[in-house]
């Protein structure tokens, strides 16, 4: 939500977001370290490698990534992509090293799959007879998000 109301409007290029972003982290980090660290830091050659390609390789590209789908999707929207995470290391887990497959996982990752498409109106809402007899749809999604309709009757009135 931050990113999106108040970064995105300024049409700053996602690089540039993301590199602010990971490098303020990393400052965080170095000025906690040596307060949080258990025992002394050794970096070696092997080491700074080692750490720093995660991030050069996987991190840093899903910041930049994540920016352009917050900026094009919305909030909402990009926010659901972090439920896939599960549903594709399941994938990965039965595919590359063939892990055994119980039945709660693909029911878990149906679950999320019908919960993302819920939350972005991909399912249509459901009508109830007593809603549609009242004039009303229940909960429903707009364009500006979700809201419930108004209740039938007088308006309570303010104390004042």
Partial sequence: MYLRRFVSPHGLPALAVAAVQVGLGAVIMLLAAP???TSPVHLSWPV?????APGVAGTGPAYVWNTNVVASWGAISASTVTYLTPVVGLALGIAVPGE????SEPAGALIVLAGIAIS???VPA???????KAGTHGNCLSPVGR???PAPGPRPRRAG
């Fill in 35 to 37: 307060f949080v660290a």
């Fill in 48 to 52: 700074v490698p080692g750490v720093s």
């Fill in 100 to 103: 055994a497959v119980t039945w």
């Fill in 120 to 122: 972005q109106g991909r």
């Fill in 126 to 132: 459901r009508r109830t007879k007593s809603s549609v």
């Fill in 147 to 149: 809201h419930r309709a």
